[in-house]
């Protein structure tokens, strides 16, 4: 009886997993490249028939959260299909989107000043099957209407990002929540030019484990930042 009980409860998770995105590798998970940073996650695997919001502050936190997503849809679009952006202003660059190995033509900008028109859109573009990635600026949104969102995405498979600038509800349906920060670059022989750094803060991750990571685009895939190791005054003697 006991066993009977722990496999209905072990298949109930199995299927909940599923329905949030959480998909064995054998099942087409996707871990998109993030290294190290997919062990927290359910099956150790990237949630896509997901909604991922990132929480920022600022232009600075923007571009790196828009940097940090670029990356991750160069390894979502690789199946086919495009990516709806819409966005309140033409603040993105284009073709520093092929710094990321996603080209700009694969993209389908939109430009809205409301929250309640980005809503509307987002949701609609959402249901399209057609669609790898929905990404939407979007700072306001109701519990209710996030879930309306997760909803669409678990019927089409699509994957959503949602970039909200100091939101005032917290309270969503969505499956994860990040916040990227820029770091310095690694120093090389001209000033300003190297490789893209970020802080990267998973805040929360249904059925996973938090956590922060320096990370860098290098080499068209994330990695790893080694942190300098720290020389204690013994050892320092030792060498001297």
């Known amino acids: 009886m006991q066993l009977q009980k722990a496999q209905i409860r072990s298949q109930l998770q199995n299927d909940i997993f599923l329905l949030q995105g959480f998909k064995p590798s054998n099942a087409g998970g996707n871990d998109v490249g993030l290294g190290i940073i997919k062990q927290v996650f359910p099956y150790s695997t990237f949630p896509t028939s997901a909604i991922h919001e990132f929480f920022y502050n600022g232009s600075e936190d923007a571009s790196s959260s828009c940097g940090f997503i670029t990356g991750i849809l160069s390894s979502l679009m690789k199946k086919g299909g495009a990516t709806l952006w819409i966005s309140s202003s033409k603040s993105l660059f284009p073709p520093a989107l092929k710094n990321f190995g996603v080209e700009p033509e694969q993209i389908i900008f939109i430009h809205l000043k409301k929250d309640r028109e980005k809503l509307w859109v987002m949701e609609e573009a ?18 209710t209407e996030s879930r309306r969102f997760q909803l669409a995405v678990e019927q089409t498979g699509v994957t959503g990002f949602v970039l909200r600038e100091n939101p005032k509800n917290l309270s969503t349906a969505f499956v994860t929540r990040w916040k990227i920060k820029p770091l310095a670059t690694e120093k ?4 300003g030019i190297g490789f893209p750094r970020w802080n990267v803060e998973l805040l929360k991750v249904r059925n996973g484990k938090p956590g922060s990571w320096q990370m860098e685009w290098k080499s068209r895939g994330f990695r ?17």
């Open 126 to 143: 959402l249901k399209c099957k057609s669609l790898s990635c929905v990404i939407g600026e979007i700072n306001d949104i109701s519990f």
């Open 188 to 191: 090389t022989d001209l000033p």
């Open 224 to 240: 790893l930042v080694q942190q300098p190791a720290i020389i204690t005054v013994e050892e320092q003697r030792k060498i001297i």
